[in-house]
């Protein structure tokens, strides 16, 4: 086990739960949390969410904070919906202004 996750995340996994932030896509972070998340015993489903909040994006996790998703598994749906929704403004975004 430790070759997979090293020493540090076992001797401290709430402290590296909590450092996971999203660099990538939130397919790929959220790989990442839930493969930490496991490790740990007891969370409460209101500490899980505000920590995957937490390691979000600025831009999507201000819009998901706001709907106050139950499970981690609405969590991740609306993140999935927000990060579509930013995607398409960013392509319609660069489709107008090569316009002007």
């Given at each position: 086990m430790i070759n997979q996750y090293g020493p540090?995340?076992?001797?401290?996994?709430?402290?590296?739960?909590t450092k996971v932030k999203q660099t990538g896509s939130v397919?790929?972070?959220?790989?990442?949390?839930i493969r930490?998340?496991?490790l740990i015993e007891g969370l409460s489903m209101v500490h899980i969410i505000s920590c995957f909040l937490a390691g979000?994006?600025?831009?999507?996790?201000?819009?998901?904070?706001?709907?106050?998703?139950?499970?981690?598994?609405?969590a991740y749906k609306m993140v999935c919906t927000e990060e579509s929704i930013l995607a398409i403004n960013k392509r319609s975004y660069k489709s107008y202004s090569h316009k002007t």
């Open positions: 540090d995340v076992l001797d401290d996994p709430m402290g590296a739960l397919l790929e972070y959220h790989k990442q949390f930490f998340c496991h979000l994006r600025d831009e999507i996790r201000q819009e998901v904070k706001k709907q106050k998703a139950q499970s981690i598994v609405e």
